[in-house]
């Protein structure tokens, strides 16, 4: 497979370039030049693959050589080796669980697919590698565990001070290691801002071999296909058309999406739902892009006014608006409405989730009443714990901390405190 950038395609790269470099040299997001469709002898398997060999398949097409057969098997396994089950609500409506990953998030599945990829590359040509990541919660805390120990890896993690939940922030400043969190005083889009400039930084780029672990680095965004793949094997045949509602912050989810969809998965449509950081489905509703500030909501780990895999999604639509209009219904909800959304799902469903799921749920609840001859999916991206105080204060009563995570709560916090650009590049210039 060969990726090219999104604004130059004349700057191409194999997938171990891709992934050890994170971003084009002209700061472009690398894209697959094509992207295939499965076939027949894929289809005939499907229902009956098992995650090891559904893994193989599905990622060797973006892969290529670039990872032996055997390695490539193991990896892909790695990152869904945990249950990611459908849990029906009712007839209509199911929810997909993507948190029963080692620190529950569905970030678990691309940060442990990436790190197994780097610490391959690494070892193959014995040169060290820093991953350089902006968190603005689940991402850090998947990265930091997905990469602990991995050798020939050093990891900066960027989070906004006092923007993450407790449980959070403990995931990844506790860890230590190869694992270094930096506290930014700022807001998420500042942390991101800081990482693309390290990344065009010559002095920086010359002392240390930069990459990215947010969802611009390909390794960390394409296997999230695979709970795509995972959750329609769970499709009955008596089940309407599936729309997969995911709740959006960066749009790699979606995105990712979108590819599976492209590879011949049968998702009848998708919903893209935001909080009040709503830059998309205003553009789509409106067709004209304003640039934003994100503003904090209490679902905070999608509080990114400008989401960059968006170009990504423009892409698979030939950039095309009325293309994106048709494949995607986007809509916009309320903290107020968030909460209450997790309140009617307890009350109906007996079902806890974290806010985000709920405006998951919400995106899925307001495109059924238009079209109700489907069957709805959202995406629970985050167990309800990592989110405690938010679900504690909609419900009145706070969720179970799991055993594992006891230990954590109580380790120590280690991070560097930072307020701008030239605090960081002081860091990235130490020798490793
Ligand atoms: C990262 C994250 C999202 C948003 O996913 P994107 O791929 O950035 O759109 C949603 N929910 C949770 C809990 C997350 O951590």
Redesign the pocket.
């Known amino acids: 497979m060969i990726y090219k950038s999104l604004s130059n395609p004349k700057l191409t790269a194999s997938f171990k370039e891709a992934a050890t470099t994170g971003i084009a040299p002209d700061r472009g997001l690398y894209f697959p030049d094509h992207i295939p469709v499965l076939g027949k002898s894929f289809w005939s398997e499907y229902a009956t693959m098992d995650k090891k060999e559904l893994g193989f398949e599905v990622m060797k097409h973006f892969v290529g050589n670039d990872i032996d057969n055997d390695t490539l098997a193991e990896i892909a396994f790695s990152a869904i080796d945990f249950d990611l089950p459908v849990i029906r609500l009712d007839d209509h409506i199911g929810v997909l669980e993507l948190f029963h990953g080692p620190t529950l998030?569905?970030?678990d599945v691309g940060a442990r697919f990436m790190a197994r990829c780097l610490g391959y590359f690494s070892a193959q040509n014995g040169e060290k590698t820093t991953v350089l990541v902006a968190t603005?919660?689940?991402?850090g805390g998947a990265v930091a565990d997905g990469f602990l120990g991995v050798s020939g890896v050093e990891v900066v993690i960027l989070y906004p001070s006092g923007k993450v939940s407790p449980l959070q922030e403990k995931q990844l400043t506790a860890l230590g290691q190869n694992i270094k969190a930096i506290e930014v005083l700022g807001s998420f889009d500042d942390c991101q801002e800081m990482v693309k400039t390290a990344f065009v930084d010559q002095q920086v780029r010359s002392t240390r071999k930069l990459t990215s672990a947010n969802?611009i680095n390909v390794a960390r965004w394409l296997p999230q296909m695979l709970y795509y793949f995972v959750a329609l094997q769970q499709k009955k045949s008596a089940d309407n058309p599936w729309v997969i509602s995911?709740?959006?912050?960066?749009?790699?989810?979606?995105c990712a999406g979108f590819v599976a969809q492209k590879l011949g998965l049968d998702v009848a449509h998708f919903i893209a739902a935001t909080n009040s950081n709503k830059t998309v489905p205003d553009y789509l509703n409106s067709g004209v892009w304003t640039d934003r500030k994100s503003v904090a909501t209490r679902?905070n780990?999608?509080d990114?006014a400008h989401?960059s895999?968006w170009i990504r999604i423009e892409a698979l639509h030939n950039n095309d608006l009325q293309k994106l209009r048709s494949h995607i219904s986007s809509f916009s909800f309320t903290d107020v409405q968030t909460m209450d959304a997790m309140q009617r799902m307890y009350d109906q469903y007996h079902y806890m989730a974290?806010p985000?799921g709920a405006i998951g749920y919400l995106g899925l609840e307001r495109y059924l009443q238009e079209k109700p001859n489907h069957f709805g999916v959202f995406l629970e991206?985050?167990h309800p714990i990592?989110f405690t105080e938010v679900v504690t204060e909609a419900l009145g009563f706070s969720p179970e901390l799991p055993d594992g995570l006891q230990r954590l709560m109580h380790s120590e916090k280690k991070s560097t405190v930072i307020k701008n650009y030239a605090e960081l590049k002081e860091v990235l210039m130490q020798k490793q």
């Open positions: 998030a569905f970030k603005s919660g689940d991402t969802s995911v709740p959006s912050g960066n749009f790699g989810n979606l679902s780990a999608m990114v989401p895999n974290d985000h991206t985050a990592k």
